[in-house]
């Protein structure tokens, strides 16, 4: 009775041999897929570097444009200061050299008249 549902050995070798086949080729495939996943990964931390250096240099220049804006501000406001020094100081020495003026101005008013001749100076010469 048994001996009707049992199968010959050739066909259980047959079945051995093909899931033996089959469960190599899926390891062969799942070990493609594991190679191709781990370039994938390769290639996408490379493309996540490349990016945050992008991003890292992107960054030092917009640091370094505010740097240059921020000088050239403050330049501007020491232009600015030193302009204003500059007109104040303008000022008052052409208010010094005016109040000079007029202090020679009222010497000379007190000074007398003095009127000087200028003669011809003649040389002799001795014989």
């Not at 890292?56 to 240059?68: G, N, S, T, Y």
């Amino acid at each position: 009775m048994f001996g009707l549902f049992a199968k010959p050995k050739t066909e259980t070798i047959r079945t051995y041999q093909d899931e033996y086949d089959n469960a190599r080729k899926q390891v062969r495939t799942l070990k493609d897929e594991i190679a191709d996943l781990k370039q994938e990964k390769k290639i996408t931390e490379e493309d996540i570097k490349h990016m945050v250096r992008l991003r890292e240099e992107k960054l030092a220049l917009e640091a370094q444009r505010k740097d240059v804006e921020r000088a050239g501000e403050q330049a501007a406001a020491i232009a600015e200061v030193k302009d204003q020094y500059r007109d104040k100081l303008e000022k008052r020495l052409q208010k010094e050299v005016d109040s000079i003026k007029e202090m020679y101005g009222q010497i000379l008013e007190r000074l007398p008249k003095v009127s000087v001749r200028q003669y011809d100076s003649v040389e002799e010469k001795v014989g």
